[in-house]
């Protein structure tokens, strides 16, 4: 039998951060290939993990995964697959037109819109059979926000070419869209069809997870994707009645299992149970399904750990300012909405104007304060609000001397799934700009879409700084000079203390400091260290935990902060200050 019982030719494992995604995704590709299947493994997240995993390294072309005959895997990687994307616009081009005419169409394809639909049209590519030569492909995708809007492009890029045949100008001439509108069909038919797809809502047994996956289950169906299977990973059950620690962790599980939402009630389910090894290496993914541990390197001893700052500790020295910009950035699922939310209640409480946002499609900030509080002004970046107002803007400025068939054109290109994404970066760009009156904590969304939005503020700086000599461009401010600016913006890297999401901080933090831009500290968050657990699983899991801390300590953060596992979720102004240790 296949394993989770997953069958379907195409299987999209998708969910909130943080709830293994990538894990399962591997341990099912895997299982595939070892029944014998040609399986194809590809990763849709920007900010994949998926070679640390599997122990290789991959790129934008599969890679046979040596211990694993029969699959393959593949990064998509949205800068490559842009700048494939770019030749196939300009080629048509080259030889008929001067140097400076390619330098202008290159130019109007340097956007965060192209590398979205760069990396879309491989993407749709896979679904549309361009790969016949695989019996399953597996795909691990970015967090919920993000995967809903790719998964979404099959039909809004078919409906917009369906409706327009200038293209869009965002994408070049011509766009090079028409020349994909049969392969944009077959995506959305692949995707539609339950016999050929399953997407596994992966989930763990926790409130705010397993309502995520019951509004991705809603939206889902909305756009057509009724092929659904529910995975609850990390279920667990404690060893003794007298570890207080290990009971309140499982009967937390079983209380959110038992509220479990009506859109979840009717899939087929699987529980997964919590493990206490680092899911790294071909060995440790083929024991996730069957639960076999693996052998007793994993429990090597771990560091000991000197006392290290609390959480109130970063925060008073963000409040020797009255102004700027805090970000909150990791990989999903870290708990960078709890943090960011914490931040701001605490700042807000010493009597400093706070303004706490976020960028993340799929975060609720207001659910996390629950409640009002003086000094703090709660928002969020949504995607379709920032569109709409981008629009009415458009046709107030550049179309408002138009008439009534100019401004049809440019509503008809304004309804772009381009367009969303400059909206999305416009809204962040006020934001930035506000913490010069105020503090400012932005919960960011998951690190892949995090990145692009970054790449977005690069491009629109270049293009602001292009023509502006020396001594001017000093005076100039775009977003990433601001950004880039230590004493106005505060970058916290928010972790947990596990292998991955500490690898993917690293690689971040890497990427920031190519851009120039420095984090300003690390936040390990939810640890289970000095809980006092006897529970044999957890204690595992705690010598892995101290291991990834003292990674943190010594050899990647310039400041630290640790903040325990609650029993509760925080949740909360109360909740949220006692966070601060």
Request: aromatic share 4%; proline share 6%; charged share 25%.
């Given at each position: 039998?296949?394993?989770?019982?997953?069958d379907?030719?195409?299987?999209?494992?998708?969910?909130?951060?943080g709830?293994?995604?990538?894990?399962?995704?591997?341990?099912?590709?895997?299982?595939?290939?070892?029944?014998g299947?040609?399986?194809?493994?590809?990763?849709?997240?920007?900010?994949?993990?998926?070679?640390?995993?599997?122990?290789?390294?991959?790129?934008a072309?599969?890679?046979?995964?040596?211990?694993?005959?029969?699959?393959?895997?593949?990064?998509?990687?949205?800068?490559?697959?842009?700048?494939?994307?770019?030749?196939?616009?300009?080629?048509?081009?080259?030889?008929?037109?001067?140097?400076?005419?390619?330098?202008?169409?290159?130019?109007?394809l340097?956007?965060?819109?192209?590398?979205?639909?760069?990396?879309?049209?491989?993407?749709?590519?896979?679904?549309?059979?361009?790969?016949?030569?695989?019996?399953?492909?597996?795909?691990?995708?970015?967090?919920?926000?993000?995967?809903?809007?790719?998964?979404?492009?099959?039909?809004?890029?078919?409906?917009?070419?369906?409706?327009?045949?200038?293209?869009?100008?965002?994408?070049g001439?011509?766009?090079?869209?028409?020349?994909?509108?049969d392969?944009?069909?077959?995506?959305?038919?692949?995707?539609?069809?339950?016999?050929?797809?399953?997407?596994?809502?992966?989930?763990?047994?926790?409130?705010?997870?397993?309502?995520?996956?019951?509004?991705?289950?809603?939206?889902?169906?909305?756009?057509?994707?009724?092929?659904?299977?529910?995975?609850?990973?990390?279920?667990?059950?404690?060893?003794?009645?007298?570890?207080?620690?290990?009971?309140?962790?499982?009967?937390?599980?079983?209380?959110?299992?038992?509220q479990?939402p009506?859109?979840?009630?009717?899939?087929?389910?699987?529980?997964?149970?919590?493990?206490?090894?680092?899911?790294?290496?071909?060995?440790?993914?083929?024991?996730?399904?069957?639960?076999?541990?693996?052998?007793?390197?994993?429990?090597?001893?771990?560091?000991?750990?000197?006392?290290?700052?609390?959480?109130?500790?970063?925060?008073?020295?963000?409040?020797?300012?009255?102004?700027?910009?805090?970000?909150?950035?990791?990989?999903?699922?870290?708990?960078?909405?709890?943090?960011?939310?914490?931040?701001?209640?605490?700042?807000?409480?010493?009597?400093?104007?706070?303004?706490?946002?976020?960028?993340?499609?799929a975060?609720?900030?207001?659910a996390?304060?629950?409640?009002?509080?003086?000094?703090?002004?709660?928002?969020r970046?949504?995607?379709?609000?920032?569109?709409?107002?981008?629009?009415?803007?458009?046709?107030?400025?550049?179309?408002?001397?138009?008439?009534?068939?100019?401004?049809?054109?440019?509503?008809?290109?304004?309804?772009?799934?381009?367009?969303?994404?400059?909206?999305?970066?416009?809204?962040?760009?006020?934001?930035?700009?506000?913490?010069?009156?105020?503090?400012v904590?932005?919960?960011?969304?998951?690190?892949?879409?995090?990145?692009?939005?970054?790449?977005?503020?690069?491009?629109?700086?270049?293009?602001?700084?292009?023509?502006?000599?020396?001594?001017?461009?000093?005076?100039?401010?775009?977003?990433?000079?601001?950004?880039?600016?230590?004493?106005?913006?505060?970058?916290?890297?928010?972790?947990?203390?596990?292998?991955?999401?500490?690898?993917?901080?690293?690689r971040l933090?890497?990427?920031?400091?190519?851009?120039?831009?420095?984090?300003?500290?690390?936040?390990?968050?939810?640890?289970?260290?000095?809980?006092?657990?006897?529970?044999?699983?957890?204690?595992?899991?705690?010598?892995?935990?101290?291991?990834?801390?003292?990674?943190?300590?010594?050899?990647?953060?310039?400041?630290?902060?640790?903040?325990?596992?609650?029993?509760?979720?925080?949740?909360?102004?109360?909740a949220?200050?006692?966070?601060?240790?």
């Amino acid at each position: 039998m296949p394993p989770l019982g997953l069958d379907a030719r195409y299987l999209f494992f998708t969910g909130k951060g943080g709830v293994g995604k990538t894990t399962l995704a591997c341990a099912t590709a895997l299982a595939l290939a070892d029944a014998g299947r040609r399986v194809l493994l590809v990763s849709t997240d920007p900010a994949s993990n998926l070679g640390e995993m599997l122990g290789v390294e991959l790129g934008a072309t599969p890679r046979a995964i040596p211990g694993a005959a029969g699959l393959q895997a593949i990064d998509i990687d949205p800068e490559q697959a842009a700048e494939d994307y770019r030749q196939r616009v300009i080629a048509p081009y080259l030889g008929k037109v001067d140097d400076a005419e390619i330098g202008r169409i290159r130019e109007s394809l340097s956007g965060a819109c192209t590398v979205e639909i760069a990396a879309f049209d491989r993407f749709a590519g896979l679904l549309a059979g361009d790969d016949a030569a695989y019996d399953h492909i597996v795909f691990d995708t970015a967090p919920t926000g993000h995967t809903l809007r790719l998964l979404d492009l099959p039909r809004a890029w078919s409906d917009f070419l369906a409706d327009n045949t200038r293209g869009a100008s965002c994408l070049g001439p011509h766009s090079a869209l028409t020349t994909r509108r049969d392969r944009f069909a077959r995506a959305r038919a692949a995707l539609e069809d339950p016999a050929r797809t399953t997407v596994v809502l992966v989930t763990r047994p926790d409130v705010a997870a397993l309502r995520e996956a019951a509004r991705t289950s809603a939206e889902l169906r909305a756009l057509g994707l009724k092929g659904q299977r529910l995975v609850v990973n990390g279920v667990f059950e404690a060893s003794s009645p007298d570890d207080a620690v290990a009971v309140a962790l499982a009967r937390r599980g079983r209380e959110a299992l038992a509220q479990l939402p009506e859109d979840l009630r009717g899939l087929p389910r699987t529980d997964v149970p919590l493990r206490g090894w680092d899911m790294l290496g071909l060995d440790t993914l083929r024991r996730v399904v069957d639960g076999t541990p693996p052998s007793a390197a994993s429990l090597a001893a771990a560091p000991p750990l000197p006392e290290l700052p609390h959480l109130g500790d970063l925060v008073d020295a963000l409040a020797a300012t009255r102004n700027g910009l805090v970000m909150v950035m990791g990989k999903g699922g870290v708990g960078k909405t709890t943090i960011a939310a914490a931040i701001a209640v605490e700042l807000a409480s010493r009597g400093i104007d706070v303004h706490l946002s976020t960028t993340d499609p799929a975060a609720h900030v207001a659910a996390a304060l629950d409640g009002a509080l003086p000094h703090l002004e709660v928002g969020r970046i949504d995607p379709a609000v920032e569109t709409q107002r981008y629009i009415d803007h458009v046709l107030a400025t550049k179309g408002k001397d138009l008439d009534a068939d100019g401004r049809a054109l440019m509503l008809e290109d304004l309804r772009s799934p381009c367009t969303e994404e400059v909206a999305v970066f416009h809204a962040f760009s006020r934001i930035v700009a506000e913490a010069r009156g105020r503090v400012v904590v932005l919960d960011t969304a998951p690190t892949g879409h995090t990145l692009l939005l970054l790449d977005a503020t690069g491009a629109y700086h270049r293009d602001v700084m292009r023509g502006i000599d020396e001594a001017s461009s000093a005076r100039v401010k775009t977003p990433l000079t601001r950004l880039r600016d230590p004493a106005y913006t505060h970058i916290v890297l928010v972790t947990l203390a596990e292998t991955t999401p500490v690898s993917e901080a690293a690689r971040l933090q890497d990427d920031l400091r190519r851009a120039q831009i420095e984090p300003w500290a690390w936040v390990v968050n939810a640890t289970l260290v000095g809980s006092g657990t006897t529970d044999p699983l957890l204690r595992q899991r705690v010598a892995g935990e101290l291991r990834q801390i003292a990674r943190v300590r010594d050899g990647l953060a310039s400041r630290i902060a640790v903040v325990p596992w609650r029993a509760e979720a925080p949740r909360g102004v109360a909740a949220l200050r006692a966070l601060m240790g």
